[in-house]
């Protein structure tokens, strides 16, 4: 199935972008008659017709919609530091979609080694992942944030948030400490770990210290176990 994100879809009739256009029409070969399924990243997944095979501007008919299509019953927020190496960070971002991520937070913390990112670039990685894994919801990517400051706005949230430290949470585990169908906002340290400090901030402010298992993890594969916990908890 190949799957068309048109954010800007209202309306029963809808022309595509001159990029998406000349895929479809001159890579994919499709041609009027033809149908096509489209998203506009919000839950609605649509079945369309192509009625007219220009490749700079194809024109589609909407033959039907499936309103929350994937729709969860929780909202998982990842906040995590931005690898040294940004490709080990689209990695992350591309396969926490496709587990299914809501919400994405970049930060900066005190060891962090990446301060810098171009959430356009970033964006595109989450859109293609969001379109081939079939998904009707595209995640937010927040801009990147110090450390300090995304704590200080996450006061007035008091369940279900967790930090995943190989220095903090040697006890207790992600999977005994979440409760399914619960909301879950998690943070992930950089290479070197959240500071003493950090930790200590963020216990103060109701995260609670989890493991995510014996093995110490590089930050992009913590991002994709927490994600995945979580996903397969609420299964």
Request: glycine residues 6%.
């Amino acid at each position: 199935m190949n799957l068309f994100y048109t954010p800007a879809l209202t309306g029963e009739v809808y022309i595509l972008n001159e990029e998406e256009s000349n895929h479809i029409i001159r890579v994919l070969r499709f041609r009027s008659g033809d149908h096509v399924f489209l998203t506009d990243g919000n839950g609605n997944f649509f079945k369309a017709e192509i009625t007219n095979n220009n490749p700079k501007g194809c024109q589609l008919k909407i033959t039907e919609t499936i309103r929350e299509y994937g729709k969860k019953n929780y909202h998982l927020h990842i906040a995590i530091a931005p690898t040294k190496n940004i490709d080990r960070f689209e990695w992350f971002l591309e396969k926490a979609t496709e587990i299914g991520v809501d919400e994405i937070t970049p930060l900066i913390c005190e060891h962090s080694e990446r301060r810098e990112i171009k959430t356009e670039r970033l964006q595109k990685v989450i859109i293609a992942a969001m379109k081939q894994s079939v998904k009707a919801y595209l995640p937010k990517l927040n801009e990147i944030v110090a450390f300090r400051t995304f704590i200080s706005g996450t006061a007035s949230e008091s369940n279900g948030k967790f930090i995943c430290s190989a220095e903090a949470g040697k006890i207790n585990f992600l999977q005994n400490r979440y409760q399914k169908g619960s909301d879950a906002m998690i943070l992930i340290g950089p290479e070197g770990d959240f500071s003493k400090e950090e930790i200590e901030s963020v216990l103060k402010n109701n995260f609670e210290a989890v493991s995510l298992g014996e093995s110490r993890l590089r930050t992009e594969t913590a991002g994709i176990v927490s994600c995945h916990a979580i996903s397969m908890l609420n299964q």
